[in-house]
């Protein structure tokens, strides 16, 4: 029998407005969501606001609003480092005791682990590239351990 995770994660990222239902219905499992960035939408906030517990940081083309260009969160006992574009990261995740680092701004998503490190790109719900279909992720918190997948718009 499977344990069932003991929290679930909906991560997404370059949004761009607002996404099609299918990022809601994919999103309607999570106790935690992350958006890492290029949101340009209030009203998504707002609504993943009335979904689960949001962080969120602002991408390159979040102008309009104060900037929030990084966030740290703890679920479940592991550290989030949230930033939108990956070459902007300022600090060594390991040695800060990061267990995954959050991001976007390239539209293609990638799961990648190093050092012990989770490094997480869900791609976009809104404008892949690189031909692939919009994208976000979900991470399952299980048996101490993250478990990242990236999920396709059906």
């Not at 996404?19 to 890492?36: E, G, Q």
């Not at 949101?39 to 009335?50: H, K």
């Amino acid at each position: 029998m499977t344990t069932p995770p003991v929290a679930r994660i909906g991560v997404l990222s370059d949004s761009h407005g607002y996404p099609d239902d299918w990022v809601f219905a994919a999103l309607r499992s999570c106790t935690h969501i992350i958006h890492a960035g290029d949101v340009q939408s209030d009203r998504l906030i707002a609504a993943l606001q009335r979904m689960a517990h949001l962080t969120w940081v602002d991408g390159n083309m979040d102008g309009y609003r104060p900037t929030r260009t990084t966030a740290l969160t703890t679920i479940a006992g592991f550290s989030f480092f949230v930033l939108h574009d990956l070459e902007r990261l300022d600090l060594d995740p390991a040695a800060a005791q990061v267990h995954a680092v959050i991001h976007g701004h390239t539209h293609r998503p990638d799961i990648t682990w190093r050092r012990g490190v989770l490094y997480l790109n869900p791609g976009s719900v809104s404008y892949p590239r690189m031909g692939k279909v919009p994208s976000l992720a979900t991470i399952d918190i299980a048996q101490d351990a993250l478990q990242p997948q990236i999920v396709y718009r059906p």
